[in-house]
């Protein structure tokens, strides 16, 4: 969808709005945007976009929200997004990010049906809000741990007070399609194309989130387990047999027409993930922030079995409130040696079709989500009022053993050890 077509989505909606009956409903528009520019000086474009051309695509966005109070109890709200898309990346697409009907029988309980926020990360509920946040990008080495963040099911809200504290408790179930984007360095020529490939999956998901706030300090607990299939239906390898032609030498089956034992598939595959976050303001300005997830990946080798985190320190000096970030995310040692195993030849050139193995098991050791990368930001954020935010950053990534993050320019070495220095400016906006 355009940005034409979605100005003229929203536009129907409010003249569909205005004509309704003057007391069916109380209705609240809303919105939120941001114009973000980010450059690298690195040819391996990093999160889709950045590289040493620069790209307002990385960061920037616009969303309307429209809030519907049907009476006391009963509420909906509905929120289109308009973004780079998701699998692809040439064109923007609009999608509901929110679409929900809400109940709440008193203060203590909500309960939510419909398209609603995965509760993952500490600042979930204002993930692409900018200016509810004071970092020109959320550290990627957390916020990356699931493909998309919206399910739909039912989520379920109990809430308590404890002396000055308040304590709520969410539960939630549902389920998502969502799109993985990888990146194939070379592709297999005639077959495969190199560059950005997509894939579908669908997600159930089910969860449960303790989280505890009082005026100095918020704490998060979750702990979360989804189930994963493909949507076309093929199954998932387990691993792959080592095939061997001669002494020291062989190749890595990943192909069922390739000669050797069978690929073992299963249809689905399991995740358990679990989630801490803290934010603690302790006095004259300072706050800090961290988050930290355990990622263990069931019934395959070949998953996203992976550790990850970060640890920010701000200081708000006024309307400024420049910032220090370290973030860290490692994929296990088996994911890792996976990976490196298939995307190093096995095969040398002159066994016939060894060009083509060769470039077979490169493909699915790039198929794979591996990581092994900490970066270092220092940044600015400036409020100019409670709706506007301008944001500069500076991040240096570095790349241990892997990192799907980046792609890998065609016949270019791996990034294994690469440095990476990313400006980011963005403006966030609410209205």
Known sequence: MTFARFATLLAALAALLAAAPARAFDATWSGFATLGYARSNSDYTYLRFINRDGSFNADSLVAGQLDLRLSPQWSATVQARLAP????????????????????????????????RLPLYLYSESLEVGVASDMARLPVE?????????????FVTRSFTLGERD???DAYSGQTDATARLWLRDGLAGQVPAGAFFKTVNVKVKGLVLTVRDAALTLRLGVHGTTTRPVDG?????????VAVGPGMGYWKVDDAQPGPPIQYVSQIHNLAVTAGAEWQFGDGWRLA????????????LGSDSKAGYLALFKRIGSFTPYLSLARQRSSDGVLGWRQQLITPTLPAFIPGAAQSNAAQRIAGESLYAFDQHSLALGLSYALSPTTKFKAEWMRTQVGAASAHFDVPPGQPDPQGLHVDTVSLSVSVAF
């Open 290 to 301: 961290g988050e930290f997830v355990r990622m263990q990946q069931r019934d395959t080798e």
């Open 85 to 116: 898309a998701a699998d692809s990346d040439s064109r923007w697409a609009a999608r509901a990010a929110w679409a929900f009907v809400a109940w709440r029988p008193d203060n203590d309980w909500l309960v939510r049906a419909g398209k609603v």
């Open 167 to 169: 304590l709520s408790v």
């Open 234 to 242: 093929k199954g998932l390898p387990v691993g792959f047999p080592w």
């Open 142 to 154: 957390m916020y990356s741990i699931a493909p998309t963040n919206d399910f739909t099911g039912l």
